[in-house]
């Protein structure tokens, strides 16, 4: 080996060096930076190639240009890493700006529910009772035997009962109640012998074919007022009162007689159809009207079971279902949708 290659190799060692700082000053992201260590430094690398070469030295020449060799590499490596350690707090820093949350830019809607129908009357129905001085009154959904029908005049074989099949427990005894109206005694029994003037929200059960019009679970919404001097004509006057307030003013009313084991005389409340205003169409059947509840001054018998003196005090009670309510009001045809849990149902109504 002459001096002319130790020469040689030692100026390609300072143009890499040259080269290499050049390259590495103008990466700019810590990806350019890696492809920049293969470039020079990896086992393929220029650097890395005159390394192996020096083998080619004599003995005499390859101390120097070994050692000037292993500076290089080692000021490469260094300039490297301190550049890359640069890059990756800038890249950080781009990083973190682009998470960063702007509370100025307007939020994304949110997906709100709608209030159900049921509910939805429920409130009207208890704001307007409220507005006549009627108190919420909860009564229990499973009831005795005694409660759904003894105390208000079904005694045991009578015909009435077949139109209330319900459910039963295990409990011979206890049964979920048909109607609400086994919380008119209970409101009874706590407040006797004072004036009541409560409604009695909740549900219901029937043991009957599910269809379009029934469903074995439904809401009901029972009153009821007891004090003294209370007649028929107060019942007329709240009836029409709530009518009014519910489906608004001017529409004909009547009062059908009809019966109930419980009231005497018992009634059914029907208003001018409110979709055909009396004309007649499917919904009313063609006769112009629409039943919207039963009625009627409360059976001797039951103030009694609610410890009441029937020669003394007198009441009348009412009863309607919400889920009828909202149907003729929405136009909904199958009561089934009340409790099938589909959400399209809820957004197309209101
Ligand atoms: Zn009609």
Redesign the pocket.
Known sequence: MSNMDQQNILQQLEQIQQEASAALASASTTEETRAWHSEYLGSKGRLTGILRSLGSLSPQERPLVGKRANEIKLALESALESRQATLELTELETARSKERVDVTLPGRPQTVGKIHPTTRVLREIYAIFGSMGFQIYDSPEVETDEYNFQFLNMPPGHPARDMWDTFYTTDPELLLRTHTSPGQVHAMRQYAPETIRVILPGKCFRYEPVSARSESMFYQVEGLAVGKNITFSDLKGVMTSFAEQLYGPGHAMRFRKSYFPFTEPSVEVDIA????????????K?T?W?EILGAGMVHPHVLQAGGYDPAEYSGFAFGMGPERIAMLKYGIDDIRYFFSNDVRFLERIG
């Open positions: 159809c409110v979709l055909c205003n009396g004309k007649g169409c499917p919904i009313c063609y112009g629409l």
